[in-house]
């Protein structure tokens, strides 16, 4: 029962040469107009409450929608070169790609860049982003991941309040600059992912509601009702957010999807929204001969997202893993407050090593209930880990990065403790030459009323830290300037030698297959106890791995039962190479 | 990670001889104490928010719970001999049962005979069913189902406004009462199946959130807030519901469990409660030697419901199939309003037979959603279908029964339509002689604003049909009298010779393969345009049935390819013999 052509976009308004045809989804309107600056012209009523015309619109023209006496901009917009507010204007989608060569590879290749186009580079631009494909590429990264890009309210916002999902931020460089960015990826041999958010839209310029029952009071989100997935038309709302994962794999080049917190996607049918998606990613996958992959980002530990759909699955390729990342931070010595206070140090590290989710079916201090299940028989490039990302870094008070936490040392370890997992590798942009900048949380809000809302939301938000400082102003300018990446500090000292440290680490798992496959079978853990030292062994055909870290600020002396005599030491990260203290011999404080 | 032991209840107050210990959940409170008539001790805290003390108290005492200065009945009571707002009482749940040769048999071997204890018989006990149990054998039924029995407000519900799930209702005999019950029943050979309901609690007497967080906001159910089955607390809600599952099948022998519309069961666990009931029940059958089957009411056509733990499911025995009943009964003439209005007839009756969902995928008007999923590869015996239930008759505002809709040569055909299909049939009280009583809705709560609240919702739901016209009032004594089943009637023209038909045609179900399989591979169906007679095939090894159903009031003339000559007719609906008006030779109307 396909409702989607996956071949074109069927939604919003689509432009090829001079002529153009605008669909929309407004199943109560009695009318419906397109408005141009000049003209105002009917649309026809379709079946299930679409309205449609062709029209004689070229890529540049301005164009609003009429329902009923008032005029919004198109919810399936490609362009607000204004505002969220204000008109929509004609995209003509077509590229000249010459990424015909480009094949994109399966995900345990993918070692992962995130990134916010923003704040990353001095332009703040995809062009800022293009100028430092090279850098990327010398790295040793081999996907770039671009926090979400959909048109959000102002210039400045982490992306997650955006309103047009089918709109590129005109302020980053719009749909061409995105087509440009992805193509000169692909020509340096990076794939490209992309963030986007199917749970909720953002709280200013969101006029679904206008158009449609694009949201359902049967579930409550922390944005307030849930998007409609379930409820009466929902088909009309699915087909909306299905063509939107299409466009960016068919019209766009994009290689993943990351798909924000889908724990806040509510959907009771007997086939899940992300299911669908699934079967028409696949469907496209057929009609191109390209490969996509899927990723969420999921906080419910339950392997149903992962497993095929043979077995009731959903079906997606990986997902983030924040219990992985939780444990390293304690025994990095974070606070254990929030979500920490379930986190016991290595022990849950090594059961994060060896089953992914520390919470399989236990009991949750936090959640005040049992959680998870288990993950047993899933490879381990289904899963995605990190010692940071947006979120855990901008989530702060002060927005502070690791390497504003912890010590030089403690970096290094953090670094190397992500990268000897057997899950795919996520590094926080800067975060290789540990930047001292801030990612803070910041917004662009055109609403008076909604800022204030927002700014005393994040001042109670960390009330408990009043004595630490005043919490930074999200709407002010110069928050969203703290959080640029100063690149200057690349080369002084300790950044530079950082950078070195993560560009061996990463051609390191790339030359090893013991660090790189995702085989879980070999991988087994031991924790020394009192001191607290973790050992972890990863195997490969040939290749035995031992990995000892030392989270403690004290030498350590530990065994390691039946290493050979001529076993080598691959990596120190203490050594006086990587501006260490350097190791006593025959001892391993921190290092693998 | 067992919370709960499967060999004895391990909430509410268990009394053994002279001893008895209680256990209660109340997570929030200071002290607790248990009060008895006379007394008042303190229980003491336990992990996760229980309190427990041992008693001397004996079976027939009574007793209260204290929390911080506020008294009430016992959540896990067994008893409460005056109302739902006063004492519990101690009961001693062990019994001198006399089943020890009983089986409990395959749900293949299941034909439902569905009653409501309070209306069934004149007495309104379990007294009352047991002096009907040889009736019931004698008509060949072998289950009974019996309607919600826990203690409700007052003496008169259909059971859904139950708020001690453990209490077995004081009016209709009590836990010792329904022992007796179950007890004979397997001394006559019949299953007992006991209607639970999970998904919410009823309105008055519902002190569950003064004890914990039994209930969550973050879903919206018809009955308000949602149980509880996956935020903070959960674990200790979801081990009430397990214990008392568990109970019914251990301390009552009950052989099956029908659980009440678990599609209003609201859990986004990575473990779906209906998957733990399953594996505690499984745990149960490994230690008592016994089999149970797990049996849910949903509405959501999903096979996730049925499909192995292997597979993500959440391996349920069977499940109600209402839409083979809507299809059924716009068949026979009923008003496509509601529900009815998805439904088209012969056409969708013959899907029903061949893929039990109607809706497996494709769009359904009155959702307006696409909806559902395919059945294939699930046997037939996990659907159970039915011309008519509680709630089809009940929900209508006369609660007029099939009996007083339809010709007495329909109730024949629907009755036949039920019986040979490939699914677990089930009859609702008195159905079986097309009993004149309606099955109105009926309640007795001693909360007057609530009482008008729900004379007020009742009449509301049936504004459009005040023409015809007063809704009778839930409420009066006199509603539910009009309930009950007159069973002098039986002996009358024409009641005997349908409760003849009825008996016969259970016999030729159990007699024939061909019909009592659940293979659903032999089934096929064709349906004549535009006379709209209905032909299904069934097939076992050596035999093969076909079925012809004429819908309308006219006599039809129908071919049946490939009828052999050798072809003998087992049953003419519209014979003589039947009361019907005979049928023209080799022509087949309202006959199979």
């Known amino acids: 029962m396909k409702r989607v052509d996956v071949q074109r976009r069927g939604i919003g308004m689509v432009c090829e040469g001079g002529r153009s045809m605008l669909k929309v989804w407004a199943p109560e309107a009695k009318q419906a107009f397109v408005c141009t600056r000049e003209d105002k012209l009917p649309l026809t009523a379709q079946a299930f409450g679409y309205w449609s015309s062709e029209l004689s619109l070229c890529a540049g023209d301005a164009y609003r929608i009429e329902l009923d006496d008032c005029v919004y901009p198109d919810p399936a917009s490609l362009c607000q070169p204004e505002d969220v507010h204000s008109w929509s204007q004609v995209v003509d989608a077509s590229f000249a790609w010459t990424d015909n060569a480009w094949e994109n590879p399966p995900l345990s290749a993918y070692i992962f860049y995130e990134l916010h186009t923003g704040t990353f580079s001095e332009e703040g631009t995809f062009a800022g982003v293009e100028a430092k494909l090279d850098y990327l590429k010398e790295l040793g990264i081999t996907a770039v991941e671009l926090m979400p890009l959909a048109q959000f309210p102002g210039t400045r916002n982490w992306g997650y309040d955006g309103v047009f999902p089918f709109a590129v931020h005109y302020a980053y460089g719009g749909a061409k600059g995105l087509q440009s960015l992805v193509d000169k990826c692909h020509e340096k041999g990076l794939a490209v992912v992309l963030d986007v958010v199917y749970n909720h839209v953002g709280p200013e310029g969101n006029y679904l509601s206008s158009f449609g029952p694009y949201f359902t009071d049967k579930y409550k989100t922390p944005w307030g009702d849930a998007v409609n997935f379930d409820d009466a038309g929902s088909d009309q709302v699915r087909d909306f957010f299905i063509e939107n994962a299409l466009m960016w794999f068919r019209d766009f080049h994009i290689d993943a999807l990351r798909l924000d917190a889908v724990h806040a996607i509510k959907d009771m049918s007997a086939k899940h929204i992300l299911q669908e998606i699934r079967e028409y990613v696949d469907e496209l996958s057929a009609f191109t001969g390209e490969h996509y992959h899927l990723i969420v980002e999921c906080d419910l530990n339950d392997r149903r997202f992962l497993d ?11 997902q983030w893993n924040d219990e992985f990342h939780h444990a390293l931070r304690v025994c990095a010595g974070v606070e254990r407050t929030g979500y920490y206070a379930d986190f016991n140090g290595p022990e849950h590290l090594a059961k994060a090593y060896r089953d992914a989710y520390v919470y399989d ?3 949750s201090e936090t959640r005040a209930r049992s959680f998870g299940s ?17 979120d855990q870094v901008g989530n702060r008070m002060f927005g502070e990065r690791t390497s504003a936490l912890h010590s030089f040392e403690m ?10 997992s057997p899950y795919l590798p996520l590094i926080f942009m800067g975060e290789e030459w540990g930047s001292g900048s801030a990612f803070q949380y910041f917004i662009s809000h ?11 939301g994040r001042k109670a938000e960390f009330s408990g830290f009043y004595e630490d400082g005043e919490c930074p102003d999200p709407q002010a300018e110069e928050t969203f300037q703290n959080s640029k990446l100063d690149w200057n500090k690349l080369e002084a000292y300790p950044h530079k030698c950082l950078h070195e440290y993560y560009t061996f ?9 013991a660090l790189h496959s995702g085989d879980r079978s070999g991988v087994r853990t031991s924790v020394t106890d009192p001191s607290g030292m973790l050992q972890l062994y990863r195997s490969a055909p040939g290749q035995d791995l031992v990995c000892l870290f030392n989270f403690t600020k004290q030498q350590q002396h530990t065994d390691v039962p039946g290493l050979p005599e001529n076993a080598i030491l691959l990596l120190d990260s203490a050594a006086k ?11 391993s404080p921190s290092r693998i």
């Open 374 to 390: 288990k993950t047993d028989g899933l490879d381990g490039n289904r899963f995605i880990v990190f010692s940071q990302n947006h």
């Open 505 to 513: 680490l990463i051609a390191m798992r790339k030359d090893l297959q």
């Open 308 to 318: 095929e759909r043979s077995l009731n699955g959903y079906a997606m390729d990986a």
């Open 411 to 420: 970096l290094k370890l953090l670094a190397a403790a992500v990268f000897v």
């Open 446 to 456: 055109s609403d008076p009323e909604l800022t204030d809302a927002v700014r005393e």
């Open 577 to 587: 190479q990587w501006e260490g203290p350097g190791t006593a011999p025959q001892e």
């Open 361 to 363: 079916g236990i009991y």
